[in-house]
């Protein structure tokens, strides 16, 4: 079982900064991905959540178009963290984002954290 905890969501102007981070305790026997995603205001189910980052295990990362250039995700394999680096941050930006664990690529994530929120203001 993995255990996912983010942390860092705030309220931002647009154009401000901020940096999501997740831990991750708990093992499992299987390698996984870790991405974030989020969770667009007036929506509420899991299955509208959408991928923000995703970092695979060879290190490949891959970017929702939307945020190219803005965003950066990191791993930390030792310490078992995750970060989501966001710049120049705009209100569409405003979410409840997750960190999530992935066993496949391409499949849902297995795994969940609990959300962080983000608010950006015009």
């Known amino acids: 079982q993995l255990h996912l905890v983010e942390s860092g969501g705030a309220s931002v102007q647009a154009g401000g900064s901020l940096t999501l981070s997740c831990t991750v305790s708990?093992?499992?026997?299987?390698?996984?991905?870790?991405a974030w995603w989020r969770l667009e205001p007036g929506k509420r189910r899991e299955s509208e959540r959408q991928a923000?980052?995703?970092?695979?295990?060879?290190?490949?990362?891959v970017y929702r178009n939307s945020v190219k250039g803005r965003f950066a995700i990191s791993r930390d394999k030792v310490k078992n963290t995750l970060h989501l680096q966001m710049q120049d941050l705009k209100p569409e930006d405003t979410a409840m984002y997750y960190c999530?664990?992935?066993?496949?690529?391409?499949?849902?994530?297995?795994?969940w954290g609990q959300g962080t929120q983000v608010t950006v203001s015009s």
């Open positions: 923000v980052a995703t970092v695979t295990l060879n290190g490949t990362i």
């Open positions: 708990g093992s499992i026997t299987t390698p996984y991905y870790m």
């Open positions: 999530a664990a992935i066993l496949e690529y391409g499949t849902w994530p297995y795994y």
